[in-house]
């Protein structure tokens, strides 16, 4: 009997874990493939609510992006694949810069905010205003949840609350879905 005491106990911990909301990543969900505008309201650290910037969707049928982007990207941007840990070399990457979607060219993350997770994966404790937005993920039994690019829908990783001060949240992101951007270096212009 203990056992199943143990085990129930350890069910309910994780679910409980698991379905606590993340402060500072409940912002709107997806719709379809239109991407609406983040509400970072109250993440940990902040003046209140986050000023978020308006992003206008950029909007394309899958089969578009698929011919745009390499298979990998693809996979894990519009199939919500997930790339092994430790298999992207922007994990490695410590030069200042900004780290944009790979299929719209929206900036998302300042290199100021990259901090090494031990997961394998990019990962980041803020982003920029307005460039991501997110919904319950439910692929694990228990919800996630799942953070995409606010223009074009594209999906990054989950977002966790185990990340360092001033947010405690952590970006996992998939190499794959971004691109780095030196500083000094030109942004490249949105895809259209």
């Known amino acids: 009997m203990k056992f199943y005491r143990m085990v129930f106990s350890g069910i309910f911990a994780l679910f409980f874990l698991a379905t606590t909301p993340v402060q500072g990543a409940d912002q709107p969900a997806l719709s379809g493939a239109k991407a609406q505008q983040s509400a970072d309201a109250g993440v940990a650290g902040s003046e209140g609510a986050r000023k978020e910037t308006a992003v206008t969707p950029l909007i ?3 089969s578009e992006w698929k011919a745009l982007l390499p298979p990998a990207t693809y996979k894990v941007m519009f199939e919500e ?5 430790g298999s992207s070399p922007l994990n490695a990457e410590k030069r200042d810069g900004t780290y944009i979607c ?8 300042e290199s100021s905010t990259k901090f090494e997770s031990g997961t394998g994966w990019p990962s980041f404790y803020d982003h920029i205003p307005g460039a991501l937005a997110t919904r319950k993920d439910y692929k694990l039994i228990w ?22 001060e001033p947010t405690h949240l952590r970006y996992c992101n998939n190499g794959e879905a971004l691109h780095f951007v030196p500083k000094g270096e030109k942004l490249p212009e949105l895809r259209q």
């Open 81 to 85: 694949k997930t790339e092994p840990s």
């Open 143 to 164: 919800p996630r949840t799942e953070y995409h690019c606010s223009r074009c829908g594209g999906h990054q990783g989950h977002v966790f609350k185990d990340g360092p």
């Open 102 to 109: 790979a299929a719209c060219n929206q900036p998302l993350f």
């Open 60 to 62: 394309k049928p899958k």
